[in-house]
């Protein structure tokens, strides 16, 4: 946050400038600068909620993946407009409230005609998901009538196919993760592939798709280090910026890859965390959580701080020549620990819409017994130190093993008894049932736009 003093030190220096420079320095500031600083004094609000000002907020967001480049023509809405798109990211759509047995209202659905979807192939991993932009849709199919798999890119304006990539039968697509450019026309992909099962081995591979020509650049391949005789497989993969990393499933203790795509180079993050470790990206950041008895650690590392252990990609894919590193060995901006907690759930790292540099981390930590939904807010300023809270709610979901948790903390649960879905409000408060006829929903991270899959067709629904 503002902090006082920080406030009045804007007032004394804005205070006295011409309206144009104060309104050039707007369009480098962050919502919440722009709100605090235009509560100080009549002549700075009257300069903060000036169309243009918030025009530029409002692209800015678009830029940063934030809202989605598909909402209303920004500049047709109007201040209290822009406000309540705002509002609604950091809250989730209006219908997903509070009241008591509510339902969601969709306020707009768009179908893509995929053709047959194959939702019970074994072996097959589904997963569909809707890019931060709002203009694409990645989609993991199987063909019916060779068996092959297929990652697809389809336009939500158009219902059109746009980029394809095919394995054969004996591949399978178990995660991918997106990262797109700010102008929304290209995206970097990292996909976990288990390869043919008498093999034993897996990859992971790093694509770069043109959305605009249809293209792929293929970046890079490596192989999954193994484990003994046991299959080990990449998991959890996330991309942000020239970084990608991936879990290692079947080691113990728990080991990732972190890769830096742009320079080809690589190494392995072994980490003694007793019940299992995740990570995240920010574009300056890898944030690394480890879970021991009776703790959890929340590691901030910089990128920079990775520099001195790059590895040139290896020629050949022998366990033994591969680079691994100890977390123990890497510098950290910052640790924070988590008396009380170790959850081995998967960690989701958003960046704040409202304030530079500031982000949330949704944990879900459950067990056969108990289940609590763990929010993180973390502000890493560019100078000063690193500052953390944490607050907590019992939850009524057991498992979000199967969806993810978007940045407004609401998770998605079937019930037999409804037959169908509800989303649970990070607050406790009483959940919203969704209405769809399909299968394996995810929400988008922002928008709460909710895509789902049909045999035939992937639908998204977008609420008010």
């Not at 605009?212 to 280090?225: F, S």
Request: charged share 20%.
């Amino acid at each position: 946050m503002i902090s006082i003093s920080s406030l009045r030190s804007l007032k004394m220096l804005l205070s006295d400038l011409v309206p144009d420079i104060i309104s050039s320095i707007f369009k480098s500031c962050d919502v919440l600068t722009v709100v605090s600083t235009g509560q100080t004094c009549r002549y700075l609000h009257q300069l903060a909620f000036d169309k243009s000002v918030w025009l530029n907020l409002m692209k800015n967001l678009q830029r940063r993946s934030i809202l989605e480049r598909t909402c209303t023509n920004l500049e047709s809405l109007s201040i209290a407009d822009m406000i309540g798109l705002v509002q609604r990211l950091l809250s989730g759509p209006e219908t997903w409230g509070s009241r008591i047995d509510s339902t969601s209202e969709v306020s707009r659905e768009v179908t893509l005609h995929t053709g047959p979807i194959t939702l019970e192939d074994p072996g097959f991993h589904y997963s569909g998901q809707l890019l931060p932009s709002g203009r694409y849709v990645l989609v993991n199919l199987v063909d019916l009538d060779d068996g092959s798999r297929r990652l697809e890119c389809w336009s939500v304006a158009d219902d059109k196919l746009v980029w394809r990539h095919t394995w054969g039968m004996s591949h399978s697509v178990l995660k991918f993760a997106t990262d797109e450019t700010e102008d929304g026309d290209s995206i970097i992909i990292m996909l976990c592939v288990r390869g043919p099962p008498d093999t034993g081995w897996s990859y992971a591979n790093v694509l770069s798709i043109d959305l605009r020509e249809g293209t792929c650049t293929d970046l890079l391949t490596v192989r999954c280090p193994q484990s003994g005789t046991s299959e080990s497989l990449f998991v959890s993969p996330v991309v942000r910026g020239s970084l990608a990393v991936a879990g290692i499933a079947g080691p113990d203790p728990p080991q990732h890859i972190i890769i830096n795509w742009r320079g080809r180079s690589y190494f392995i993050l072994g980490d003694g965390a007793a019940y299992g470790s995740q990570l995240g990206l920010t574009h300056q950041h890898l944030i690394l959580r480890s879970s021991f008895a009776p703790e959890d650690r929340i590691h901030i590392i910089t990128h920079d701080a990775l520099r001195p252990h790059w590895a040139p990609l290896p020629e050949t894919h022998d366990a033994h020549e591969y680079v691994r590193v100890s977390a123990d060995d890497i510098p950290k901006l910052a640790t924070f620990v988590d008396p009380d907690v170790n959850s081995p759930g998967p960690i989701y790292v958003y960046e704040n819409p409202l304030q530079d540099n500031s982000f949330r981390l949704w944990v879900h930590d459950s067990d056969n017994w108990d289940s609590e939904l763990l929010c993180y807010r973390l502000s890493v300023p560019v100078s000063g130190e690193p500052q953390w809270s944490r607050s907590s709610v019992p939850s009524r979901v057991r498992s979000t093993t199967y969806h993810n948790i978007p940045y407004t903390g609401h998770l998605l649960e079937y019930s037999a008894e409804e037959a169908g879905y509800s989303a649970f409000p990070p607050t406790g408060s009483a959940p919203t049932r969704i209405a769809f006829c399909g299968e394996f929903p995810e929400v988008a991270p922002y928008s709460g736009a909710l895509t789902y899959s049909t045999d035939s067709t992937v639908v998204i629904q977008y609420y008010k």
